[in-house]
């Protein structure tokens, strides 16, 4: 599976945006980006995910690079109730485990 | 509204017990269900992955008769962490994937587990 490099801890002013970025050089052309994040003692809750085209839905919106080695999730108005790790996981669309890489702790400053 | 359900969310257990973790799908059926578990202050690690029917594929190092899984209907798996010890003391989390929905996968709230 491909990894990913994430800086360990992030801090964002509230209301404005979070801009959380990913590593993942060694993606293949059959992985798909997904992002999780886990708010403290809660399990993984699922964000957004894609394969090469940018992503929105309510939650964040997910922008990948054309060569696709990184991506970047971006929550456009951070509230405090943002403030979790986020994990950036990279699997094929045809396997099924998730490998866990180290994530990035935001803090929403208020 | 949740997709998954786990239960317990938090026990407590002597040294030498056995404890019994479910997991269920709600509203859809789950071929296949994940176990993880995670340390304080650390990222999740993927366990094992329970086949309906069949039996769970585990990852490398983890024992697969110290941590029994029983996935026997669509709905529903079961981790058993038999003659748990205080290392055996974690968070242990379970997914699944919702087939059609883009290969998503969600997660229970996690059970956390405190073997004194």
């Known amino acids: 599976d491909a990894k990913t490099t994430q800086p360990p801890s992030m801090d964002c002013a509230e209301g404005r945006a979070a801009n959380l970025p990913c590593n993942h050089s060694?993606?293949?052309?059959?992985?798909?980006v997904y992002w999780y994040r886990q708010i403290h003692s809660q399990g993984p809750q699922y964000i957004i995910h894609?394969?090469?085209n940018n992503e929105t839905n309510e939650m964040a919106s997910l922008i990948i690079t054309e060569d696709r080695k990184s991506s970047t999730l971006i929550l456009p108005h951070a509230t405090l109730r943002d403030t979790a790790v986020y994990y950036c996981?990279?699997?094929?669309?045809?396997?099924?485990?998730?490998?866990f890489g180290t994530g990035t702790s935001l803090t929403v400053i208020p | 509204g949740a997709v998954v359900s786990q239960h317990p969310s938090w026990v407590i257990c002597k040294s030498g017990t056995s404890v019994k973790i479910e997991c269920r799908s709600l509203?859809?059926?789950?071929?296949?269900m994940f176990w993880y578990r995670q340390f304080p202050k650390q990222s999740l690690m993927l366990m094992a992955t329970s086949n309906e029917g069949s039996k769970a594929t585990y990852e490398q190092g983890v024992e697969k008769d110290k941590f029994l899984i029983n996935h026997a209907s669509l709905t529903l798996s079961t981790l058993t962490v038999t003659s748990a010890h205080p290392e055996d003391s974690s968070f242990y989390i379970c997914?699944?994937?919702?087939?059609?929905?883009?290969?998503?996968?969600?997660f229970g709230a996690g059970t956390r587990l405190s073997v004194l």
């Open positions: 997914s699944v994937i919702r087939l059609g929905k883009k290969n998503i996968q969600y």
């Open positions: 509203d859809f059926q789950a071929t296949t």
């Open positions: 996981i990279v699997r094929p669309n045809t396997g099924n485990q998730f490998y």
């Open positions: 894609g394969l090469k």
């Open positions: 060694t993606i293949s052309g059959n992985e798909y």
